[in-house]
């Protein structure tokens, strides 16, 4: 549509660097600015983010627009609400990117409401229709049953949120430059309708579910609280994290901040093992990615097999001891 | 207090993979026969929390839902759950709603009901799993908004709000009025009970009211539904060629798995 071009990233920062869902989609905004001949732009919101610039250009990006406000320093749903969309009705991109996160979740179908344009949450797939030059937005429906394509003819920016590990990250080029412009928006304290008093990290100590190279998932199969703290130590013996199906969480068995799938994390590991989870689409799906896929199950028919690379039928009682010594042995010989 | 929940009917989430069908050519979802459509779980959800405040601090809880007449069974089975007034927004117009139409008619309906203290939703729709209703309908009512709650209670006519986030949760307060989108955290919801409850859910009179009596013109809701088109729909293909690990006894099938996975480089 005439007036909007180039592609726009919203990109946000932890500690003065491009989270790694940022860059994955600096990676795919990158595929889509080029496949249109376009330019690829990140938009930066927050507080004294002006030093971050130089990182973002080296993940590809020709121009970094920045909104910086104290009051932006800390996520407030109305005040980042109002400033990605005033900050989108300036730059007028063609596309715009926003990452399906605690952020991008919370704001895009508001952006979408206030800029009365189209929104296709939690993309996996995105490219530009040669003929068309459109955007292809592909996401999942249905619990993961079946996969849509969806398209945004009439209502410019088209506007979608980008599936955390699903796109590749993109590469690096430390020696690529790029003009700031800082875009100002009106924004004042009586704008934040609702206060934030306090968060609650429920982390668990060690590694990162969502960073793990192996992943060790228990389902409702693990039967209580006292069966995890095998699945705890086969997770360390093999350096990795422990995360779980829905049903743990909901037993309060785990901390919700373990729960995988569809309403939950997503993980790409090298090494995923469904220890004790029947394979529910909804859960699958958060695995989907995964290099390798293990599953334990003491039903020979349980579905989770099918989509496994490696199946034991096995009491995971008796399972996972074995399992623990046979790689003690392997390490020590 | 004044509870609105806004909920939706969908097919079974929970379907067996193999019984879940699609029309390519219209791509469109074939509902499958023998397994009757549900509430949106993360509706009932959202109408156990209504309950909750209402038990704790006396409301008047309204549900309401927008689509066919077939949808009314949805209403009913949310007054089975406790809710004291149903309301059933359809009209011919309103067939295949996408979610700023469904947030717009909702936006018209809401502001016809007038007061109101508290709106829920589900975080999003277990069908097409996009989460845009609640905000949508939020931000056309210019309400604060707080999402994907795991506990919501009231004190001095401000709501207090779990708000769950990737690492744990963050608490909110918001005055009155306020949206809140409810996620699945705040645990299984009550089911209807009570021959008594549900027979009085079955004859309960529920006001139907169609485009023209909440004041939609119906080329707004054109207009409105082109903003996103489904061009294709298909049932992608998950399955791997798993391999069956074997072995005299499990310790021994154990082993031999740990070995392939070390073999093969993956450990
Ligand atoms: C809208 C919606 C969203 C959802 N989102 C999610 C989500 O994000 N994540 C999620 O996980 N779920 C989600 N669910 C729930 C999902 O549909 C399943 O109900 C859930 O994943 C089932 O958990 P499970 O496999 O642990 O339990 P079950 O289905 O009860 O399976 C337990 C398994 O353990 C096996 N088992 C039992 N004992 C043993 C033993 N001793 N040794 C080995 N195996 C044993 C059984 O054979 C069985 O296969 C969602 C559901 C809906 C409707």
Same mark, same amino acid.
């Given at each position: 549509?005439?007036?909007?071009?180039?592609?726009?990233?919203?990109?946000?920062?932890?500690?003065?660097?491009?989270?790694?869902?940022?860059?994955?989609?600096?990676?795919?905004?990158?595929?889509?600015?080029?496949?249109?001949?376009?330019?690829?732009?990140?938009?930066?919101?927050?507080?004294?983010?002006?030093?971050?610039?130089?990182?973002?250009?080296?993940?590809?990006?020709?121009?970094?627009?920045?909104?910086?406000?104290?009051?932006?320093?800390?996520?407030?749903?109305?005040?980042?609400?109002?400033?990605?969309?005033?900050?989108?009705?300036?730059?007028?991109?063609?596309?715009?990117?926003?990452?399906?996160?605690?952020?991008?979740?919370?704001?895009?179908?508001?952006?979408?409401?206030?800029?009365?344009?189209?929104?296709?949450?939690?993309?996996?797939?995105?490219?530009?229709?040669?003929?068309?030059?459109?955007?292809?937005?592909?996401?999942?429906?249905?619990?993961?049953?079946?996969?849509?394509?969806?398209?945004?003819?009439?209502?410019?920016?088209?506007?979608? &949120?980008?599936?955390?590990?699903?796109?590749?990250?993109?590469?690096?080029?430390?020696?690529?430059?790029?003009?700031?412009?800082?875009?100002?928006?009106?924004?004042?304290?009586?704008?934040?309708?609702?206060?934030?008093?306090?968060?609650?990290?429920?982390? %668990?100590?060690?590694?990162?579910?969502?960073?793990?190279?192996?992943?060790?998932?228990?389902?409702?199969?693990?039967?209580?609280?006292?069966?995890?703290?095998?699945?705890?130590?086969?997770?360390?013996?093999?350096?990795?994290?422990?995360?779980?199906?829905?049903?743990?969480?909901?037993?309060?068995?785990?901390?919700?901040?373990?729960?995988?799938?569809?309403?939950?994390?997503?993980?790409?590991?090298?090494?995923?093992?469904?220890?004790?989870?029947?394979?529910?689409?909804?859960?699958?799906?958060?695995?989907?990615?995964?290099?390798?896929?293990?599953?334990?199950?003491?039903?020979?028919?349980?579905?989770?097999?099918?989509?496994?690379?490696?199946?034991?039928?096995?009491?995971?009682?008796?399972?996972?001891?074995?399992?623990?010594?046979?790689?003690?042995?392997?390490?020590?010989? | 207090?004044?509870?609105?929940?806004?909920?939706?009917?969908?097919?079974?989430?929970?379907?067996?993979?193999?019984?879940?069908?699609?029309?390519?050519?219209?791509?469109?979802?074939?509902?499958?026969?023998?397994?009757?459509?549900?509430?949106?779980?993360?509706?009932?959800?959202?109408?156990?929390?209504?309950?909750?405040?209402?038990?704790?601090?006396?409301?008047?809880?309204?549900?309401? &839902?927008?689509?066919?007449?077939?949808?009314?069974?949805?209403?009913?089975?949310?007054?089975?759950?406790?809710?004291?007034?149903?309301?059933?927004?359809?009209?011919?117009?309103?067939?295949?709603?996408?979610?700023?139409?469904?947030?717009?008619?909702?936006?018209?309906?809401?502001?016809?009901?007038?007061?109101?203290?508290?709106?829920?939703?589900?975080?999003?729709?277990?069908?097409?799993?996009?989460?845009?209703?609640?905000?949508?309908?939020? /931000?056309?009512?210019?309400?604060?908004?707080?999402?994907?709650?795991?506990?919501? &209670?009231?004190?001095?006519?401000?709501?207090?709000?779990?708000?769950?986030?990737?690492?744990?949760?963050?608490?909110?307060?918001?005055?009155?009025?306020?949206?809140?989108?409810?996620?699945?955290?705040?645990?299984?919801?009550?089911?209807?009970?009570?021959?008594?409850?549900?027979?009085?859910?079955?004859?309960?009179?529920?006001?139907?009211?169609?485009?023209?009596?909440?004041?939609?013109?119906?080329?707004?809701?054109?207009?409105?539904?082109?903003?996103?088109?489904?061009?294709?729909?298909?049932?992608?293909?998950?399955?791997?060629?798993?391999?069956?690990?074997?072995?005299?006894?499990?310790? /021994?099938?154990?082993?031999?798995?740990?070995?392939?996975?070390?073999?093969?480089? %993956?450990?």
């Amino acid at each position: 549509m005439a007036g909007y071009r180039g592609v726009l990233a919203f990109i946000e920062t932890a500690e003065g660097k491009v989270t790694s869902t940022g860059r994955e989609m600096l990676g795919v905004g990158r595929l889509l600015a080029d496949a249109l001949g376009e330019t690829l732009d990140a938009l930066l919101v927050g507080s004294d983010i002006e030093g971050v610039g130089r990182d973002v250009f080296s993940f590809g990006a020709d121009r970094v627009f920045l909104v910086s406000d104290s009051l932006l320093a800390k996520y407030h749903p109305d005040l980042y609400t109002i400033a990605v969309s005033d900050a989108c009705k300036q730059i007028l991109p063609s596309i715009f990117l926003l990452p399906q996160d605690d952020v991008g979740r919370d704001i895009a179908p508001r952006v979408a409401a206030k800029l009365e344009i189209g929104l296709a949450t939690d993309c996996i797939d995105l490219a530009i229709d040669p003929d068309t030059r459109l955007l292809l937005q592909t996401r999942r429906v249905y619990g993961g049953n079946a996969t849509e394509v969806l398209v945004s003819r009439n209502a410019f920016p088209q506007l979608v &949120t980008v599936k955390p590990r699903a796109m590749a990250q993109a590469k690096t080029d430390s020696n690529k430059q790029g003009e700031i412009i800082t875009i100002s928006v009106k924004l004042d304290a009586s704008m934040a309708r609702s206060k934030l008093l306090e968060t609650v990290k429920e982390e %668990i100590k060690g590694i990162k579910l969502e960073d793990a190279k192996v992943v060790v998932a228990g389902g409702r199969g693990i039967g209580g609280p006292e069966g995890f703290t095998l699945i705890h130590e086969l997770a360390e013996v093999l350096g990795g994290a422990v995360g779980a199906s829905r049903a743990p969480c909901d037993e309060g068995w785990v901390p919700t901040s373990y729960k995988i799938g569809q309403t939950g994390k997503v993980v790409t590991p090298d090494l995923y093992i469904a220890i004790g989870i029947s394979g529910a689409l909804q859960h699958t799906v958060g695995s989907l990615g995964s290099r390798c896929i293990v599953a334990i199950n003491n039903d020979p028919e349980a579905k989770i097999f099918g989509v496994s690379d490696f199946k034991l039928v096995a009491d995971y009682r008796d399972a996972l001891p074995a399992l623990i010594n046979k790689y003690k042995e392997i390490i020590s010989s | 207090m004044n509870i609105i929940v806004c909920i939706k009917q969908i097919m079974d989430p929970e379907i067996p993979t193999g019984k879940f069908k699609i029309d390519p050519e219209a791509n469109r979802v074939i509902p499958s026969e023998g397994i009757p459509p549900v509430i949106n779980p993360f509706d009932a959800q959202a109408i156990e929390v209504a309950l909750r405040l209402k038990e704790a601090n006396g409301a008047n809880v309204t549900a309401i &839902t927008v689509g066919g007449q077939d949808v009314e069974d949805v209403v009913r089975y949310a007054i089975s759950m406790g809710v004291d007034e149903g309301i059933l927004v359809s009209d011919e117009a309103f067939k295949a709603l996408n979610s700023f139409v469904t947030a717009f008619i909702l936006s018209r309906a809401i502001s016809r009901i007038g007061q109101y203290d508290l709106i829920l939703c589900g975080r999003q729709a277990a069908d097409r799993d996009a989460g845009h209703v609640g905000l949508m309908l939020g /931000e056309m009512l210019n309400l604060p908004i707080i999402t994907m709650a795991k506990a919501v &209670t009231l004190s001095s006519d401000k709501f207090r709000v779990e708000h769950v986030i990737t690492e744990g949760y963050q608490v909110y307060e918001v005055g009155m009025p306020a949206l809140i989108t409810i996620s699945d955290e705040i645990g299984p919801p009550r089911r209807p009970s009570g021959w008594g409850v549900i027979a009085a859910a079955m004859g309960k009179e529920i006001p139907t009211w169609s485009a023209q009596d909440i004041g939609v013109n119906l080329s707004d809701v054109d207009i409105k539904s082109v903003r996103s088109e489904t061009i294709r729909l298909f049932i992608p293909d998950s399955r791997r060629k798993g391999e069956v690990i074997q072995g005299n006894n499990v310790a /021994e099938a154990s082993a031999n798995l740990m070995a392939r996975l070390r073999a093969d480089g %993956i450990i």
